[in-house]
Nanobody, 125 residues
Framework: QAQLVTSGGGLVQPGDSLRLSCTLNGPSSLNAYTVAWFRQATTKEREFVGQISKINGATFYADSVKGRFTISRDRLKDTVYLQMNSLASEDTAVYYC?????????????????WGQGTQVTVSS
């Protein structure tokens, strides 16, 4: 059973940057999955952040983070990253990575097979 591990969260000030990491524990390689990032703020529904393809590394993002957040993957390290720049208070949330075997683009959490435990990102002055 694949188990995603999310790390890198913390407390930062508005305007700061932070990088989250997603790795996979188990016999499989994260390179075999299309990976997405979601976030969930208190009292809100889980929100799609962005996705990176397992095939060609193509990405797409939610409008709320486009131009500020970047998803990348290091195939040698078998890790997917979420680089977050120009953070604002509205970015405060628990961030989750999710993975799926199929390589179609989707922002629906129901279409992802595996989930990490989440990491808290708090943006506050």
């Amino acid at each position: 059973q694949a188990q995603l591990v999310t790390s890198g969260g913390g407390l930062v000030q508005p305007g700061d940057s932070l990088r989250l990491s997603c790795t996979l524990n188990g016999p499989s390689s994260l390179n075999a999955y299309t990976v997405a990032w979601f976030r969930q703020a208190t009292t809100k529904e889980r929100e799609f952040v962005g996705q990176i393809s397992k095939i060609n590394g193509a990405t797409f993002y939610a409008d709320s983070v486009k131009g500020r957040f970047t998803i990348s993957r290091d195939r040698l390290k078998d890790t997917v990253y979420l680089q977050m720049n120009s953070l604002a208070s509205e970015d405060t949330a628990v961030y989750y990575c999710a993975a799926k075997v199929a390589d179609f683009s989707t922002n629906s959490p129901d279409r992802y097979d595996y989930w990490g435990q989440g990491t808290q990102v708090t943006v506050s002055s």
